[in-house]
């Protein structure tokens, strides 16, 4: 199953503010065999003297906000925090998949992996009560 739009834009605006407040970067790297998480690697970005330290506990609470609109399509995203120099190649953010997230599904469709889809409907549901959530607090 394919993300909404509305959950699309939610995760683009969620990674841009991750990048530009706190230097965090999100790349989803696969869909697991159990077809319910996405298996996430985050790192920190940007200069570390001009951003404050945090722990990696922080970091992935961050990040599990910021994906908080993958549960809207059936997924639970799983996040490790790796030091942004082991990383061989840094991904480029895409304004047309957010996370790569798109990247991770086509991946795994192609192995036959792919999520357990829930229906569209079910998906635009889901995605209301979170916007309507997000609101009333």
């Known amino acids: 199953m394919t993300p909404t739009k509305a959950v699309t834009a939610q995760l683009r605006k969620a990674e841009l503010r991750l990048k530009r407040r706190h230097g965090v970067r999100v790349h989803m790297d696969k869909i697991a065999a159990d077809r319910?998480?996405?298996?996430?690697?985050?790192?920190?970005?940007?200069?570390?003297?001009?951003q404050r330290r945090m722990d990696e506990h922080e970091i992935v609470d961050l990040v599990h906000d910021a994906l908080r609109p993958l549960h809207t399509i059936g997924l639970r995203p799983l996040?490790?925090?790796?030091?942004?120099?082991?990383?061989?190649?840094v991904p480029e953010i895409l304004m047309a998949d957010p996370f790569h997230l798109l990247a991770a599904l086509r991946r795994a469709e192609e192995s036959g992996n792919g999520p357990a889809g829930i229906s569209l409907e079910e998906a635009e549901r889901r995605s209301a009560v979170l916007s309507t959530r997000r609101v009333l607090k």
């Not at 996405?38 to 570390?48: D, K, M």
């Open 36 to 50: 319910s998480h996405v298996l996430c690697t985050t790192w920190r970005s940007g200069l570390a003297v001009l």
């Open 79 to 89: 996040v490790g925090v790796v030091q942004k120099r082991t990383l061989a190649e």
